[in-house]
C-alpha cells in the first residue's frame, strides 16, 4: 500500500487484483466506454482480467506505465484506476488519466489520489512535469487538475478518438515540479 486515509486506499496494481477489476469494469462499464475503451475491452471476463493485471504488472516493474488501484479502507473492492502512463524519461514527463466508481465520485478521492501521486512521482520517479487532458465537458475531471494545481496550457485538437465517435479536441493542464 502506498498511501492510506480513513477513507480510502492507493496500491499498486497486483496479479490478486483481476477478479476486483473486472468488477469494477463491469459495474462502471458506461462510465469507461468513451475514455478507457481499451481498458474496458481487456476486463470484460476474470480470464481477460487476469491477463491485464499480468501485463500491467509487468509494465510497472519496468517503468513502462504504472496503474494504481484505489481500494475503500481496509477491502479487496477496487473503486478507482489511476494511470501514469506516456511516460518520457528522457524529458521527466508523463500523464496521468483516472477512473472512480459512480458510487465514490464527488467525495475528493481522485483529487487526494492525485496530490499524493504527484509528490510520489517528483520524488519518487524523479518525473518533472506531470500532465492531465481531459474534455472540456469533462466538468469533474476539470476541478481534479485545478484542486492539484495544475495549469491549463492548451487546447489539443483532435487529441482522442472514442469509439465509434469523431476525434475530440482535448484540454492540456500541466503541474511542474516544484
Known amino acids: 500500500?502506498?498511501?492510506?486515509?480513513?477513507?480510502?486506499?492507493?496500491?499498486?496494481i497486483s496479479e490478486k487484483d483481476a477478479w476486483s477489476i473486472c468488477d469494477f469494469v463491469a459495474a462502471n462499464e458506461d462510465r469507461l466506454k468513451r475514455y478507457f475503451p481499451l481498458t474496458l475491452e481487456q476486463n470484460l471476463t476474470p480470464d481477460l482480467a487476469q491477463l491485464f493485471v499480468t501485463k500491467k504488472a509487468k509494465e510497472y516493474n519496468a517503468k513502462k506505465?504504472?496503474?494504481?488501484?484505489?481500494?475503500?479502507?481496509?477491502?479487496?473492492?477496487?473503486?478507482?484506476?489511476?494511470?501514469?502512463?506516456a511516460l518520457n524519461w528522457n524529458t521527466k514527463q508523463a500523464e496521468f488519466a483516472y477512473a472512480i466508481d459512480y458510487n465514490f465520485e464527488g467525495k475528493g478521492i481522485i483529487s487526494k489520489s492525485i496530490k499524493f501521486l504527484s509528490q510520489y512521482?517528483?520524488?519518487?520517479?524523479?518525473?518533472?512535469?506531470?500532465?492531465?487532458?481531459?474534455?472540456?465537458?469533462?466538468?469533474?475531471s476539470i476541478k481534479v487538475a485545478e484542486n492539484c494545481k495544475f495549469t491549463w496550457i492548451k487546447t489539443l485538437e483532435k487529441e482522442h478518438t472514442p469509439p465509434g465517435e469523431n476525434p475530440?479536441?482535448?484540454?492540456l493542464y500541466e503541474f511542474y515540479k516544484p
Open 1 to 12: 500500500m502506498l498511501y492510506n486515509s480513513k477513507l480510502f486506499e492507493i496500491h499498486t
Open 65 to 85: 506505465k504504472f496503474l494504481f488501484i484505489l481500494k475503500p479502507d481496509n477491502s479487496k473492492k477496487i473503486i478507482g484506476l489511476i494511470y501514469l502512463k
Open 121 to 140: 512521482a517528483f520524488q519518487e520517479l524523479k518525473l518533472e512535469t506531470l500532465q492531465i487532458i481531459v474534455h472540456h465537458t469533462n466538468i469533474a
Open 168 to 171: 475530440l479536441d482535448m484540454e
